[in-house]
């Protein structure tokens, strides 16, 4: 299985700062990355596909980039409403695998 | 608007099986461009793929758990099932149902709201 490492596993932050998380995959997977966002209580909610993608309807100050290992996701001002806990997936390699969250503090 | 629906039973004696269904709404699982996924996640596994089935028939599963796992689809009720053969503790979690992509990105694009399921007697 393709070991997916996130850091930091929580983060405290500010609104207005920028935050930076990064997945690091144990083997190459090109751009073959998706990250989430869940909220206590919710599904996850896809934000950025394959790497550096923003999905339909989310805000634009979220972006990701990176291929090979080396991913960071970046939400360059931070809202209240982005607390929550942020995921990294790993595809097309069976099984799919997650990275073990970040939780976002204010 | 696409909507997944997970349901099924709360509560699983340890080496029962667990089944839960996700109805599909505002469009069909007979779609030749997405999956249908189970996803599972508790505070000791993180997030965990269960597996996949594809309007075919075609099933995919994670090899931890394919021993006890069948995926189905039920295309004249627009759903697909999950059943998970001798459960423990370690088994109980919140369950999600998911719409993946087939061609290009596999990502879990469509979730439902999930459903706790606990192993216990």
């Known amino acids: 299985d393709i070991q997916m490492t996130q850091s930091p596993s929580s983060l405290s932050a500010s609104v207005g700062d920028r935050v930076t998380i990064t997945c690091q995959a144990s083997?190459?997977?090109?751009?073959?990355l998706n990250w989430y966002q869940q909220k206590p209580g919710k599904a996850p909610k896809l934000l950025i596909y394959d790497a550096s993608n923003l999905e339909t309807g989310v805000p634009s100050r979220f972006s990701g980039s990176g291929s090979g290992t080396d991913f960071t996701f970046t939400i360059s001002s931070l809202q209240p409403e982005d607390i929550a806990t942020y995921f990294c997936q790993q595809y097309p390699n069976l099984p799919y695998t997650f990275g073990q969250g970040t939780k976002l503090e204010i | 608007q696409l909507r997944l629906q997970e349901s099924g039973p709360g509560l699983v004696k340890p080496s029962e099986t667990l089944s839960l269904t996700c109805t599909v709404s505002g469009g069909s699982v007979i779609s030749s461009s997405y999956y249908w996924g189970w996803v599972r996640q508790s505070p000791g596994r993180g997030l965990e793929w269960i597996g996949n089935?594809?309007?075919?028939?075609?099933?995919y599963f994670s090899p931890s758990l394919k021993s006890r796992v069948t995926i189905s689809l039920d295309t004249s009720k627009n759903r697909f099932s999950l059943n998970l053969t001798s459960v423990t503790a370690a088994d109980t979690a919140v369950y999600y149902c998911a719409r993946v992509g087939y061609y290009g990105t596999q990502s879990f694009d469509i979730w439902g709201q999930g459903t706790m399921v606990t192993v216990s007697s």
């Open positions: 089935v594809y309007y075919s028939g075609s099933t």
């Open positions: 083997q190459d997977i090109s751009n073959y």
